[in-house]
């Protein structure tokens, strides 16, 4: 299984791969990734990669990710050649007329890969008083509500839990659950 | 149960470093290197070693540090990236030709692409230039392998050696294997013998010919006994084609090899790439036709092969001499010297939806609230036709703002002001100049430069972006904190302005980074000083770094549409993630997903559209 998670510098999109690496590991699955820290921490455009299986290269290739995880959909749509032929994109989205794109439409269509939006930033402002750090862990709920990723909403949780500061363990469990009911 | 942990490379590196029994470690942190000692300072505690752990002001100190370490029989250790080896170039060279007695490991690391640098230079060739061992890394796990065997090459040809991560390796998250750690016990014994420790011209006759046998050796050992590192990864098939390949590049390659299925091209893999084991290299070269070379970013191995007739590589412009070989490129390389046809490059379909959705690649900014945005608007406001020289930090983002005219490295922000202000005289003309730095660039590399403006009453006005941290490589301690590395552990505080004053400055204040207004006053007061007085005055610009959350003034915002009046002064000059233009409306307005709610941009606005909405004390 092959994941690109993309974002902002600042969204905090280590932590998902933390997430995933620990459910991994719990299988007794081998894990390899690639971070991004530094200056593009800064606001910029980020990208992390993570492969659960028989690998060596910490670096996703263009058209080989299963899935890509996405905090941002300007984000998602710059870097959509990742996705292999039948790909899922799960994306963050705050101005949802993207996704009628034609151009995007039919490069989905074409290749069979599959969209999945949730409007995280809404749902963080509605029920969760506009925090929006915790869209690290509702995308991975919304990844598990889409049916995608080869990981289930229950092992998220437990690994949630796991690696959560203490006094936090409640918040994302609840953007968990957010993200997973936005897509289910 | 099996001891395994996903860590970051950095990480690995830094449990091997306490696993093979290193006692004392120091390092300056700079991308991609500056998890690896706080990561040392954790292994250290967990495994319950007395490993001393510190941060130098820069990465000279903080190499001379474990040398002289190193002299007393202590395994040491020093980290740095790849241009914190120029900074500490000097001992590193001379080191190289001592016969060191506890092992001492150099990591630096490098940055191909470059995505946190300067440059993209390659530190394996400064190994070659130092005539010392290098171990190139392929993965985490290597990574913290090579540290076992480096420090025991280390000690027993007594030379300095060096690891180098890349940017790939020390980034990636891999499950990795924790062990012991090897109890040395070995106490700290600094036995008198200059011609041992003092580095004498008359020394470096006997010392060069050593250094020269020492490379030789082990050479010979990377030849016949690190078959760990070197080896051939052979085809199923007669091989149309052989790879060498180093680093990351290794892992790229043979998982695009086992992708295609691929059953006729070999793989040496080299893990040692100085001193290279020519023989190894040399045999492989001569039972392939068409040999490719893949290492970042150099051409080091490529340029060790006395005969490169048959190789494909940056000699004869195969692969690119410059940028990071990612998957993409190698797949590319490999496509064209295999015949293949070449992988689709990035889809038209998509390019369009981006230009149709108007979507760019985001630049890094400074952080929302970040007190060095307020500072180079007070600055600019003020001096709008000086000369803005600046240093390495997260203030170079001050670009965005137009503050940020010239960068070279750290420490440079104060020599170039001295060096644009000789230029001007020379002409017999007056030109404001106002450099910036920030406090742990200061303390790096600024005082020597500070000296000299003094000494040689240059005038400019100096700002000192206080925020109180090392910032950009993710918020480290340094002596103008006087907090150490280790939580708990404090050291003391070297004052700044005090430093300053020492270093002969007679103007020198301290403001408010979010006061505009004062702020403004004091850099008018600071250049007619530094203009009349012809001498340097430093601003300090004090406020804490948004990463150290500390409690501030909670100032909502909202832009008064009916003010506005879309001139985009507030996106241009002030340039927060926060404040953006829609346009539609030809408006600015509050995105309330990036805005901290500071409340600096109320004093932004000319027109004053920006106002507070509500207060209160968080």
């Known amino acids: 299984m092959q994941y690109v998670i993309v974002g902002i510098g600042g969204q905090g999109i280590l932590f998902s791969s933390r997430v995933l690496g620990h459910i991994a590991l719990s299988k007794g699955e081998r894990v390899i990734g690639s971070e991004v820290h530094g200056m593009a921490q800064r606001g910029g455009s980020v990208i992390s990669h993570f492969k659960v299986g028989d690998y060596n290269s910490p670096l996703v290739k263009a058209n080989e990710a299963d899935v890509l995880l996405a905090f941002d959909q300007n984000e998602a749509v710059r870097n959509m050649h990742f996705l292999k032929p039948g790909g899922h994109a799960v994306v963050n989205t705050h101005a949802p007329a993207f996704a009628e794109n034609p151009s995007l439409t039919k490069w989905m269509s074409e290749r069979e890969a599959r969209l999945h939006t949730v409007m995280g930033y809404d749902m963080l402002k509605k029920e969760m008083g506009g925090r929006f750090l915790f869209l690290n862990v509702l995308i991975l709920g919304a990844m598990c509500g889409a049916g995608v990723g080869g990981v289930t909403i229950e092992e998220v949780l437990e690994a949630v839990r796991a690696l959560a500061p203490a006094k936090f363990v409640e918040d994302n469990v609840k953007a968990v659950n957010l993200g997973y009911e936005g897509t289910k | ?618």
């Open chain 2, 1 to 618: 149960m099996s001891n395994k942990q996903i860590l970051l490379g950095n990480e690995a590196i830094a449990r091997g470093v306490v696993e093979a029994g290193c006692e004392v470690a120091a390092a300056y942190p700079g991308t991609p290197s500056s998890e690896i000692l706080p990561a040392i300072a954790k292994w250290a505690d967990d495994l319950g070693t007395r490993t001393v752990v510190e941060w130098g002001a820069n990465e000279k100190v903080a190499f001379e540090m474990a040398a002289a370490a190193s002299f007393t029989g202590k395994r040491s250790c020093a980290v740095m990236k790849q241009v914190g080896l120029n900074v500490a170039a000097d001992p590193f060279m001379s080191v190289a030709h001592f016969k060191l007695k506890g092992g001492f490991l150099l990591i630096v690391a490098d940055d191909p692409g470059p995505h946190s640098s300067q440059t993209e230079q390659d530190s394996r060739f400064f190994a070659m230039f130092a005539k010392i061992p290098c171990f190139d890394p392929a993965t985490a796990v290597e990574a913290k392998e090579m540290v076992f065997d480096a420090y025991d090459l280390s000690e027993r040809h007594n030379v300095i050696t060096m690891l180098r991560p890349g940017v790939r390796v020390d980034h990636c998250r891999q499950d990795v294997e924790l062990k012991d750690v090897i109890d040395l016990s070995r106490p700290a014994s600094f036995e008198k013998d200059p011609n041992r420790w003092v580095c004498l011209p008359a020394r470096v006759k006997v010392n060069h010919p050593q250094l020269n046998e020492k490379r030789e050796a082990i050479r010979e050992e990377f030849e016949t006994k690190f078959s760990k590192y070197n080896y051939e990864v052979p085809a199923r098939k007669k091989a149309r084609l052989g790879i060498i390949a180093a680093g990351v590049s290794f892992s790229i390659v043979t998982d695009i090899l086992r992708a295609w299925g691929a059953d006729d091209v070999s793989v040496l893999k080299i893990g040692t790439p100085h001193p290279l084991p020519i023989r190894m290299v040399e045999d492989f070269i001569s039972r392939h036709d068409n040999v490719v070379i893949l290492e970042e970013t150099y051409p080091v191995i490529e340029m060790q092969i006395p005969d490169r007739t048959k190789v494909k590589g940056r000699w004869n412009g195969w692969i690119p001499s410059a940028g990071e070989l990612l998957p993409e490129i190698i797949e590319e390389i490999l496509c064209k010297v295999l015949g293949k046809a070449a992988p689709e490059g990035a889809p038209d379909d998509l390019r369009k939806a981006a230009e149709e959705l108007n979507i760019t690649p985001r630049r890094p900014m400074l952080c929302p609230g970040c007190p060095h945005r307020a500072s180079f608007f007070s600055i600019r406001q003020t001096l709008p036709k000086a000369i803005y020289p600046s240093d390495i930090g997260c203030y170079t983002l001050g670009v965005n703002q137009g503050m940020v005219d010239a960068v070279l490295d750290m420490g440079a922000s104060i020599t170039q002001a001295s060096g644009l202000y000789m230029a001007y005289k020379a002409d017999g003309k007056e030109q404001p100049i106002v450099a910036s730095i920030g406090d742990s660039t200061f303390f790096h590399m600024g005082l020597p430069g500070l000296a000299s403006a003094v000494y040689n009453k240059h005038a400019f006005v100096l700002a000192i972006l206080d925020n109180s941290l090392t910032a950009m490589t993710g918020g480290q301690s340094h002596p103008g904190i006087g907090d150490k590395l280790r939580k708990g552990e404090t050291g003391r505080k070297v004052d700044l302005e005090g430093a300053v004053r020492g270093c002969g400055v007679n103007w020198v204040k301290t403001t408010a980074a979010y006061d505009i207004s004062t702020s403004r006053s004091l850099v008018k007061e600071a250049w007619e000083y530094a203009r009349t007085h012809e001498e340097p005055a430093v601003l300090i610009f004090r406020h804490p770094c948004m990463l150290l959350r500390q409690k501030q003034a909670v100032i909502p915002v909202t832009v008064d549409p009916e003010k506005c009046i879309g001139c985009k002064f507030c996106i241009n000059f002030f340039n927060c993630p926060g404040l953006v233009f829609d346009e539609k409306t030809k408006k600015a307005y509050i995105d309330e997903r990036f805005c901290v709610k500071c409340g600096v941009c109320i004093n932004v606005c000319p027109h004053g559209a920006i106002l507070a909405t509500e207060g209160e004390e968080a």
